[in-house]
């Protein structure tokens, strides 16, 4: 008799399926509260497509948040380049916020520092994931609490102030690609 999969294995079998079977690189973040276990970063090279590095966290949806009713978030980030920094820092900030900030659409996170040396970002801020529709997005884990993956997207401190004054639509509505790691900033 085999016992039904964790909660972590239903997790990794729906990004299998997604991958396509792609082989991931997995580096986990040390947990700070003593309660919950550390957060993963799972990164994909060239996925979706050539010159994209994807990656996500599991361990955020562990913890709670009064704001999460209907699920709890992760995090997934696909940008044009190598450095598997950008992946390991939404692990960072997963790891460090997760209790505290609800992750949802329009927060702005400063990561304090360039997140990697190819960029002058410090910063991110959340919205639908690019590389995965609606359905994807939402994970059968076997509980209540499913997650529900949240885009998380390289800017700049100018940037995030603009979020702040002017909104996500209406940055959103600039001129900028949000996988390329190196562009000028938009706002």
Do not use: K
């Not at 999969?5 to 700070?32: C, I, K, M, N």
């Not at 990697?116 to 690019?130: K, Q």
């Not at 609490?145 to 390289?154: D, K, S």
């Amino acid at each position: 008799m085999t016992s039904a999969p964790s909660r972590v294995e239903r997790y990794l079998a729906h990004l299998d399926v997604l991958t396509g079977g792609a082989e991931p690189q997995f580096w986990p973040v040390e947990s700070r509260h003593s309660d919950l276990p550390s957060v993963t970063a799972i990164g994909y090279r060239d996925l979706p497509d050539d010159g994209l590095f994807t990656g996500l966290t599991y361990g955020l949806s562990l913890a709670e948040n009064p704001l999460w009713q209907h699920g709890r978030p992760e995090l997934c980030i696909s940008v044009r380049s190598d450095d598997s920094a950008w992946v390991l820092a939404a692990a960072f900030l997963a790891e460090q916020l997760r209790g505290s900030c609800p992750f949802q659409y329009g927060d702005t996170l400063n990561f304090g520092e360039p997140v990697a040396a190819e960029s002058a970002m410090d910063g991110f801020v959340v919205f639908a994931p690019a590389v995965l529709d609606r359905d994807s997005a939402t994970i059968d884990v076997g509980d209540d609490h499913p997650p529900h993956v949240q885009g998380l997207y390289p800017v700049y401190s100018s940037e995030r102030e603009f979020i702040r004054a002017h909104g996500l639509q209406a940055f959103w509505q600039l001129d900028w690609d949000p996988y390329d790691v190196t562009r000028a900033p938009a706002a």
